[in-house]
């Protein structure tokens, strides 16, 4: 298995408050992406990052930034979280991104904002 | 809008018999594809992919094949077993955006006995 975790795995919070999710790899890959699944939309692309402090937005990116500092750290935070924001994330990881072969994924963080 | 598009939320197959899972896109510059499965409360895992130079690629019980003018591609599974039942998410990635891999929105399979 890739040694990628998430942290937490689940949080309940509430609106208006900031929230950060924790993704963690010991893989030492350069690529890191986060997305949200949701019924009936799949998984959708919120952020990634191509290295230390390089990242671009993703398919839904609104209400969401995110930090990687270190190699192995890609931290996504909701800075006023709202309840469209409740979802489950994914933290993945990839080598060479998403044409040099498969990401692989944590085993993701279930969100409830109330 | 949705670039990757699943149409069947869901499909249900007696053991043994083919799955076909089909996945359409609109975005001309995808250029590369890829399955994946999912089981609840797991993340993803990767099952297979497929370059635009290819119409068809198999690896054991899992064939996906590309038809680039229909923008279609479809994963067979041949034969279908209990332990396939699980989401299946087609995904892609294109020229000019190459680190970015858009999913769709999933089918979930059932193989019953």
């Known amino acids: 298995d890739a040694g990628i975790t998430q942290s937490p795995r689940h949080k309940v919070t509430e609106t208006g408050t900031p929230v950060t999710l924790r993704c963690h790899q010991t893989?030492?890959?350069?690529?890191m992406y986060w997305y949200r699944q949701d019924p009936g939309h799949g998984l959708r692309l919120i952020h990634y990052s191509y290295g230390v402090k390089d990242t671009d937005k993703g398919e839904v990116s609104d209400g969401y930034s995110v930090s990687r500092s270190k190699t192995e750290d890609f931290l996504l935070t909701l800075e006023s979280a709202t309840s469209s924001q409740t979802s489950v994330y994914f933290c993945a990881i990839g080598k060479g991104g998403a044409r040099t072969g498969e990401l692989f994924f944590g085993e993701g963080s279930r969100l409830t904002v109330l | 809008d949705q670039q990757v598009k699943q149409n069947s939320p869901s499909l249900s197959v007696q053991e043994g018999r083919i799955s076909i899972l089909n996945c359409d896109y609109t975005?001309?510059?995808?250029?590369?594809f890829l399955w994946y499965k999912k089981y609840p409360a797991e993340g993803p895992t990767f099952l297979i992919s497929?370059?635009?130079?290819?119409d068809k690629n198999e690896d054991g019980r899992f064939t996906v094949f590309l038809n680039k003018s229909a923008k279609h591609l479809s994963l067979h599974i041949v034969p279908s077993q209990p332990g396939d039942s699980a989401v299946y998410f087609c995904a892609a990635s294109g020229l000019g955006d190459t680190d970015k891999l858009i999913f769709g929105t999933g089918t979930r399979l059932q193989v019953f006995p």
């Open positions: 893989e030492n890959h350069r690529y």
């Open positions: 975005n001309s510059m995808f250029d590369y």
């Open positions: 497929i370059s635009s130079i290819k």
